[in-house]
Nanobody
Framework: FQLQASGGGLVQAGGSLRLSCAAS????????IGWFRQAPGKEREGVSC????????SYTDSVKGRFTFSRDNAKKTVYLQMTSLKPEDTAVYYC???????????????????WGAGTLVTVSS
């Protein structure tokens, strides 16, 4: 099982980035997939998650209306389109997969079974 995230970088406030996460070794549709982030000195938090088997998509309040999570099961890739970026969005972003389903939110990081290496997003003011 492997998850490979990419697409991070340096962007000015108000700009956009698209993160990608390619999955291999497991059926993407059978797992809850999430984007998590961890800023320096802070705990890892769920940003956006899509439940398994075509379930609902959720977003943490601070990114609602700015971030869009999508998945392409055929390509076994998920995306996080981030717009109107703010300096407080600066963090290492991770994609993760797990079998726990949570309505209206992401599973706790500890409940996710597989993690990709993070990709750094830096938003300058």
């Amino acid at each position: 099982f492997q998850l490979q995230a990419s697409g991070g970088g340096l962007v000015q406030a108000g700009g956009s980035l698209r993160l990608s996460c390619a999955a291999s070794g497991f059926p993407l549709h059978s797992y809850t997939i999430g984007w998590f982030r961890q800023a320096p000195g802070k705990e890892r938090e769920g940003v956006s998650c899509i439940n398994s088997h075509g379930g609902s998509t959720s977003y943490t309040d601070s990114v609602k209306g700015r971030f869009t999570f999508s998945r392409d099961n055929a390509k076994k890739t998920v995306y996080l389109q981030m717009t109107s970026l703010k300096p407080e969005d600066t963090a290492v972003y991770y994609c993760a997969a797990g079998r726990r389903r949570v309505v209206g939110g992401c599973p706790r990081p500890g409940d996710m079974e597989y993690w990709g290496a993070g990709t750094l997003v830096t938003v300058s003011s």
